[in-house]
């Protein structure tokens, strides 16, 4: 069996259509630890009226020619020892030495297994990799590990001005709450533009409505398009009506801007928000890229709406060449699988074991193990996150 660090991949930007340059673009899963929504909805009504690692061993390996979803059902233990296996996996790429697997990783048990995880997000801190610090803030934010917090302190001083945010955001969300100027500030004066928008992303995690006013003037003022949609993304993440509008309307503007706001509305799925993702989705979206149509399935299937199962799990079972663009069929598998384990249904189980097993690119792999553990419901009494499954509306 291989090492998680065997074969170097390089990073890729979300939807193909421009370089990743912030700390946040580059980290290819989006799994932000705020809890699921819980609105009573199903978009499903509306719609009908409107670089490579292996698996442990014991993972399947290869992918027939014409595979179509299977109704027939795993048992409940053939379930949950597939999900410890595939949970084992994203804890080996928790300590990947490429960097975007672990910081991927680490993102993924901030949701799966962030009691177990939290020794890998400490160990982040330590990195020689500036992102893989990020992550590590980030993740130790998100569970408020209040005995780093003298770490986290310390590393508001990082030599790397995105780790010096993350770093704000983690003193935060551990008690150490003067920290929250780091961030208004670098969204506020920063040169680059790329702080500016890592600063906006983060303070939307905050979870403080009244940071709303440091947004919305970014959102209206800020002389990057970039930082203005993430600005906008994150009022509507603090719930600021106005923001949710306004990304709404981003999401139909041009493609840049769009691919951004729509990977926001996937995240927040509210229903709201729901018109939007079935557009996306939709056929009649001709201008719209696979990548955005799979970010619409994804956000649908927070929604409990299944409409995009189709669409993400031909992607999942085929190639996606091209000569121009050498991480596109990555890049959409990885959003397949990732749309895949949102909807959270049972049929796509066999064909995603088959792609976390597999020996083509790590970041499928890893994408598809944690579909699998979305989709599987973790056993209870065992601290191992939630699944998509038991985040749905009620």
Not at 114 to 128: E, K, T, V
Not at 305 to 318: E, Q, V, Y
Not at 340 to 351: K, V
Not at 354 to 383: E, F, H, N, W
Request: aromatic share 4%; proline share 4%.
């Amino acid at each position: 069996m291989k090492h998680p660090t065997s074969t170097p991949v390089r990073a890729i930007s979300p939807a193909g259509c421009r370089p990743a340059m912030s700390v946040r673009d580059r980290l290819t899963i989006r799994t932000p630890a705020a809890a699921r929504p819980s609105w009573r909805h199903d978009c499903g009504v509306r719609r009908r009226a409107c670089a490579a690692l292996a698996l442990a061993s014991a993972l399947l390996a290869g992918c027939s020619q014409t595979p179509a979803p299977s109704a027939a059902r795993m048992s409940v233990l053939e379930q949950a020892q597939l999900r410890q296996r595939a949970l084992d996996f994203i804890h080996r790429a928790a300590r990947s030495e490429i960097d975007v697997v672990c910081c991927n990783a680490i993102e993924a048990l901030v949701q799966l297994d962030p009691d177990g995880g939290a020794r890998h997000f400490r160990a982040a801190l330590g990195s020689p990799v500036p992102m893989v610090r990020f992550a590590g803030c980030v993740a130790l934010g998100e569970i408020r590990d209040t005995g780093e917090v003298d770490r986290l302190r310390r590393l508001i001083s990082d030599a790397d001005p995105h780790v010096q945010l993350a770093a704000a955001y983690g003193t935060y969300r551990c008690g150490g709450r003067d920290a929250g100027w780091q961030l208004a500030g670098a969204l506020r004066t920063h040169a680059d533009e790329n702080v500016r928008a890592d600063a906006a992303y983060l303070i939307g995690k905050l979870g403080e409505p009244e940071a709303a006013e440091h947004l919305r003037l970014a959102a209206t003022n800020d002389k990057s398009s970039k930082v203005r949609v993430l600005a906008i993304a994150a009022m509507a993440r603090l719930g600021d009506r106005e923001g949710i509008e306004r990304l709404i309307q981003v999401a139909q503007g041009d493609a840049t801007s769009r691919v951004v706001a729509l990977q926001s509305i996937a995240e927040l799925a509210t229903e709201r928000m729901c018109d939007a993702l079935l557009f996306a989705l939709s056929k009649d979206a001709k201008d719209e890229y696979l990548e955005n149509r799979l970010i619409a399935a994804r956000g649908l299937g927070k929604l409990n709406d299944k409409s995009g199962f189709d669409l993400a799990f031909w992607a999942l079972t085929h190639r996606h060449a091209d000569p121009k663009d050498d991480e596109k069929d990555t890049r959409i598998r990885v959003l397949a699988a990732m749309a895949l384990g949102d909807i959270a249904d049972m049929r796509a189980l066999a064909e995603l074991e088959k792609a976390a097993a597999g020996q083509d690119d790590a970041r499928v792999q890893l994408a598809a193990s944690y579909a699998i553990c979305r989709i599987v419901p973790a056993p209870m009494g065992t601290g191992g996150g939630r699944s998509a499954a038991a985040d749905r509306p009620r």
